[in-house]
């Protein structure tokens, strides 16, 4: 029996075969248990002992290369299945699927979105271009007042008519007005989003970042309302016990104004380096919606009273992951985001 003839006969009907089931029948040919190569083992008692280990030796090499050759027309063929063609290897290693996650600041996002879900808080979507009156003049911001400075901002043309100039928000404060023009107390709601600041940046300040607006109207709420909500936000987003502090801020939106602290999330208040040895970390600021503020809205005559707050969802990331640049978020690396 001249194997290398069968050999090259294998090898030629490998070249030609155009799916898995053509492939299990050569195999079946070739390898199974009435195939050749059993064929030839069987004809092995026929020969004398000097055939038999010269013959030997050719089916060992014939062996070998048949399920070289099987081996890889299966792996061929296995990499041109097409959809709805179905291939069970049960001995092949699994390939491991690469899987995404959500990016940090939206996994801040969704965690507050749930807990103040669950203080009964709606979410909101506003929009990134709104115009110059939206996001200053009915905030209380009139075009002189210094508060501008501090937002740098990127317009989008200017009109004749000042407020109508369209800008991308500096601050979700912008949602405010427009939600209440449409929207009759009391509500409650939360507006996360991106805003722009058309500023340098620096390991804490970045021209886009992520902000959580916050606004409660009814007819007697209170800062005590306000602090009730809060505490119970920060102990569930770091996930222990956390005291807040007021201290008397100014936004133009708000009266009276305050900056929210924290309790320092790593040393418990005893001081480090992460709280600069105060024992508190900045969060946000809010404070109880400005008269005018309601009046832009129409909503200064019935007795509807509320607090607002604002916060950037990055910083809340860096403290909880021990973040040290802003940039990073919408820097794009891979080696970053992989991480979380
Ligand atoms: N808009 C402010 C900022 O971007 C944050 C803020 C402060 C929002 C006080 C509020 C507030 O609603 O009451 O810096």
């Not at 038999?52 to 299945?81: C, M, P, V, W, Y």
């Not at 990134?128 to 003049?137: A, G, K, L, Q």
């Not at 008397?248 to 305050?258: A, H, K, L, N, V």
Request: contains cysteine.
């Amino acid at each position: 029996m001249d194997l290398s003839q069968i050999l090259f006969q294998a090898q030629k009907e490998a070249r030609e075969l155009k799916n898995i089931q053509q492939w299990e029948d050569l195999y079946r040919k070739y390898l199974g248990k009435k195939g050749k190569l059993s064929d030839a083992l069987v004809a092995l008692k026929d020969l004398t002992v000097e055939e038999r280990k010269k013959q030997g030796q050719a089916i060992n090499h014939f062996k070998q290369e048949l399920t070289q050759l099987l081996a890889k027309t299966q792996d061929q063929l296995r990499g041109s299945l097409k959809a709805g063609q179905r291939f069970f290897d049960v001995s092949s290693p699994a390939v491991k699927i690469p899987q995404g996650h959500g990016h940090p600041i939206m996994e801040i996002r969704r965690q507050m979105e749930e807990i103040f879900g669950s203080l009964g808080f709606s979410v909101i979507e506003g929009q990134e271009v709104t115009s110059e009156y939206y996001n200053f003049d009915a905030l209380n911001i009139p075009g002189d007042h210094p508060a501008r400075d501090a937002m740098d901002t990127f317009w989008l043309g200017q009109n004749n008519q000042r407020s109508e100039s369209m800008l991308l928000r500096t601050h979700t404060s912008a949602m405010q007005v427009p939600y209440m023009e449409c929207h009759q107390p009391p509500f409650k709601i939360i507006i996360p989003g991106m805003v722009y600041r058309y500023e340098a940046t620096d390991a804490s300040h970045d021209y886009q970042f992520y902000q959580l607006e916050g606004l409660m109207i009814d007819r007697d709420i209170s800062i005590a309302n306000f602090k009730g909500v809060i505490d119970v936000v920060f102990q569930r987003i770091f996930n222990r016990q956390i005291k807040t502090r007021l201290r008397p801020g100014f936004f133009p939106f708000t009266e009276p104004s305050f900056e929210i602290d924290l309790s320092c999330v790593k040393c418990q208040g005893k001081g480090c380096t992460l709280c600069k040895q105060t024992g508190w970390l900045e969060i946000m600021g809010a404070g109880m919606v400005h008269p005018n503020v309601l009046r832009s809205a129409k909503l200064d005559h019935s007795g509807w009273q509320g607090f607002a707050f604002g916060m950037g969802l990055g910083r809340i990331a860096m403290i909880k992951w021990g973040i040290d640049d802003i940039r990073l978020f919408f820097s794009g690396d891979l080696r970053f985001l992989k991480q979380f």
